[in-house]
Nanobody, 123 residues
Framework: QVQLVESGGGLVQAGGSLRLSCAVS????????VGWFRQAPEKEREFVAA????????NYADSVKGRFTISRDNAKNTVYLEMNSLKFEDTAVYYC????????????????WGKGTLVTVSS
């Protein structure tokens, strides 16, 4: 059974930084891409970033390009999201998602979701 545990969220001022982590278990982590999604209050869940199985390819939403960096450690079955220059509109619950394939263009999400981690950016 696939399990996802996101962590690292919190309250931060606009312009600040946070690093999210997601530990994945229950599947061969290194074979699949992994994505980050977010859901703000009263909005639909949206794609943020994804990283290919090898870590060499990435894909970002336009809204976070140049500010967020996704990375992975296949030895630790963990994916990270480094978030810099945070804006009020980045406030959301962030979820990681193990992909259906190895690639990121396009990223194919699965139906596996964790509880998420809340990021609140104060203006």
């Amino acid at each position: 059974q696939v399990q996802l545990v996101e962590s690292g969220g919190g309250l931060v001022q606009a312009g600040g930084s946070l690093r999210l982590s997601c530990a994945v278990s229950g599947r061969t982590f290194s074979r699949y891409a992994v994505g980050w999604f977010r859901q703000a209050p009263e909005k639909e869940r949206e794609f943020v970033a994804a990283i290919g199985s090898s870590g060499r390819t990435t894909n970002y939403a336009d809204s976070v390009k140049g500010r967020f960096t996704i990375s992975r450690d296949n030895a630790k079955n963990t994916v990270y999201l480094e978030m810099n220059s945070l804006k009020f509109e980045d406030t959301a619950v962030y979820y990681c998602n193990p992909g259906a394939g190895a690639g990121v263009a396009p990223y194919a999400a699965t139906n596996y979701w964790g509880k998420g981690t809340l990021v609140t950016v104060s203006s």
